[in-house]
């Protein structure tokens, strides 16, 4: 019996232990292929009911923080959707049975819950509990827990099993927990590079922008310095003129224009800065009125005359079409957009000329009109076209095209303008070859207003540019005698000089620009008699005052030579005397002192 009743345990033994190692082979065959965290423990949680015929099956994992289990799988009644935990719940590690389990590592079977205090319920009360740790290398990382309603359910079979079935998923679920933070910590720091690369990027863009804020205020204020001392030399210098006793009626007359002149120049200047920042701040004034439409044209394009046949180039209007006799317009800003673009061209071109084109298309009742202004200049880099209109800016080297006045302000104000007039300014531009400028404007035409047909063509008169004056002196003065060469751009500052230098005494050749002077020298050299003086503007078209001065230095030494400069910081002082120029005066001079000065330099080269 007892054999019979051996061989019959021996048989069930045989029969658990198949099925027990069947269950944990079929388990570890599963896990081997699985490498995701979430993978493993919703794994482990189906094994237990579908092998072991559990009610239901918990995963907790220790989070993060270490003190608390999360349910990371969760499989039963309570849970009977596939990787969906209804009400996941925390628990304390120390709480409940568990957290008991967490706590010390040890496996508790509850064989009626009713009589553990420690029993927590969830969804329902059950009176089995079975907990199990899962642990790493002596180190507790979650618990295996599942319930049933039946009292003393779990066997010692089933303790075997899902101890075992815990170890044997232990290492895989450290694996994944440790490659799931190390993934963490790779997109963590993957995002940290990204956000840092983006805020290196940022501040390169900001230094950028703040760098080229700080050139183009250094130009600017560059500039401003140079297109105020120019005028208030001539208005101090014409101003000390003035005060003297003995003039004469045509001086005093002659005189005042050129103060006058100077000093509505600089009115401009200040007008320009100060349209310029009521545009910037959608502050401007406008006042229409009824415009003859070719005088207000031919009026703006003839002050730029005198310019142009200074520089010996042409300077033509041509009217196309049918053009309206009057249109309604804000007459100071129309005009002040054609002169701005026809003095850029005149600027910017040294040989050829520039044209001035009008025409009108009539749209119903109104018309837009279009002006284009082409040179034959210098031209523009294409990169730079874009910059073109940006206030303060500058696009040509300065340094190499000294003599070419400017601020940079023109083009960005005339663009502004037409813009706030429904129009708009366009360029199209080669270098080397030359530009030209169109502005558009849509135009209200009078009612009453007739439209003439145009077809002419104005070439406006070319004159020689090179001014050579010689004046004589009284020999009694401070410059008795000396001859001196003035190497001068501008207009009023050759005038003030004329008198000045006359008044002391000097013999005085002006050129208007640095060729001229080299080579009106280069012929007195020759001739055996260079003047004794020269002074020297560094800004002029053509050739500048720089480059002049290292020509004639190479001919001759000992003949001394004087900057003009209305650059007055330390490295533009640096640059004229590396140039080759021996002494410098900033502009505006001082006319009382001006001729003593000169004197006592001529005498220390024994002149
Ligand atoms: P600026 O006072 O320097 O002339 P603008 O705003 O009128 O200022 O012009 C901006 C820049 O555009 C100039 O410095 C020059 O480099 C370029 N520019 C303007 N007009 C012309 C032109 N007709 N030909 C070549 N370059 C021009």
């Known amino acids: 019996m007892s054999d019979g009743l051996g061989s019959d345990n021996t048989a069930s033994d045989e029969i658990a232990r198949n099925r027990y190692l069947d269950i944990l082979h079929q388990f570890t065959l599963r896990q081997s292929s699985l490498e995701k965290l979430e993978d493993i423990v919703w794994n482990i949680a189906k094994t237990a009911i579908a092998e072991l015929g559990f009610e239901d099956c918990v995963v907790y994992l220790i989070g993060d923080d270490g003190v608390h289990l999360k349910q990371v799988a969760a499989h039963g009644p309570k849970n009977p959707v596939d990787r969906e935990i209804y009400n996941q719940i925390t628990i304390p590690v120390g709480d409940g049975i568990v957290g008991h389990v967490a706590r010390t590592g040890e496996m508790q079977r509850i064989d009626d819950a009713r009589l553990d205090p420690r029993y ?14 899962i642990s790493h290398q002596g180190r507790i990382i979650g618990v295996l827990d599942s319930e049933h309603h039946a009292a003393n359910f779990f066997s010692d079979e089933d303790v075997r099993l899902f101890t075992t ?41 900001a230094r950028q922008a703040a ?41 005093r007359e002659q005189w005042r224009n050129q ?14 800065v100060l349209d310029m920042s009521a545009v910037e701040t959608g502050e401007v004034s406008l006042h229409f009125e009824t415009v003859s439409l070719v005088e207000a044209v031919t009026e703006s394009v003839d002050s730029l005359k005198a310019r142009a046949d200074a520089k010996n180039l042409r300077l033509e209007t041509v009217l196309t079409g049918l053009l309206p006799d009057a249109i309604i317009m804000d007459r100071v800003r129309f005009k002040g957009i054609i002169v701005n673009l026809v003095s850029n061209a005149v600027k910017y071109t040294e040989q050829g ?60 104000l005339s663009r502004e303008i037409a813009h706030v007039l429904k129009g708009d300014i366009v360029v199209s531009s080669e270098r080397g070859t030359g530009s030209s400028f169109t502005l558009t404007l849509p135009v209200e035409v009078p009612a009453d207003i007739s439209w003439t047909e145009q077809q002419r063509a104005n070439p406006l008169s070319v004159n020689s540019c090179q001014v050579t004056t010689e004046t004589s002196a ?58 004794d003086l020269i002074l020297m503007d560094m800004q002029m078209p053509i050739m500048d005052g720089y480059e ?60």
């Open 474 to 531: 009284d020999r009694t003065q401070d410059l008795c005698d000396l001859r001196i060469l003035v190497c001068e751009d501008s207009v009023s500052i050759t005038s003030l000089l004329e008198v000045v230098l006359g008044a002391a005494g000097a013999l005085v050749t002006f050129c208007t620009n640095g060729k001229s002077g080299v080579r009106w020298f280069e012929e007195q050299v020759d001739a055996g008699r260079p003047p």
């Open 165 to 205: 079935i815990a170890s044997l998923a232990s290492t895989r679920i450290d694996t994944a927990l440790a490659m799931e933070r190390l993934e963490k910590t790779v997109q963590y720091l993957e995002q940290a590079r990204s956000e840092l690369e983006e805020q290196a990027e940022e501040l390169r863009e």
């Open 353 to 412: 000329g520039v044209t001035v084109t009008l025409s009108t298309e009539l749209r119903g009742t109104d018309a837009v009109l279009s002006l284009v202004v082409s040179d034959t200049g210098i031209g523009i880099d294409p990169m730079q076209l874009d910059n073109l209109f940006l206030p303060f800016n500058r696009v040509h080297n300065t340094h190499q095209m000294a003599g070419i006045e400017g601020t940079g302000l023109g083009l960005a």
């Open 120 to 133: 927590i319920e969830d969804d329902d009360f059950r009176l089995s509990e079975l907990a199990v740790p």
């Open 259 to 272: 103060l006058t002149q100077n000093a509505r120049y600089l009115q401009d200047l200040v007008g320009n």
């Open 548 to 607: 002049a001065a290292g020509h004639i230095k190479r001919l001759r030494q000992d003949i001394p030579i004087v900057a003009l400069t209305a650059f007055a910081r330390a490295d533009d002082i640096d640059r004229c005397l590396a140039a080759g120029c021996d002494y410098y005066l900033t502009k505006p001079i001082q006319i009382q002192t001006f001729t003593k000065e000169l004197c006592s330099i001529c005498a220390q080269f024994g002149k």
């Open 211 to 251: 760098e080229a804020a700080s050139v183009a205020k250094t130009h600017f204020l560059a500039n401003m310095s140079h297109e105020i001392r120019t005028p208030m030399t001539a208005i101090v210098g014409f101003a000390d003129l003035l005060s003297r006793d003995d003039l004469d009626r045509q001086n």
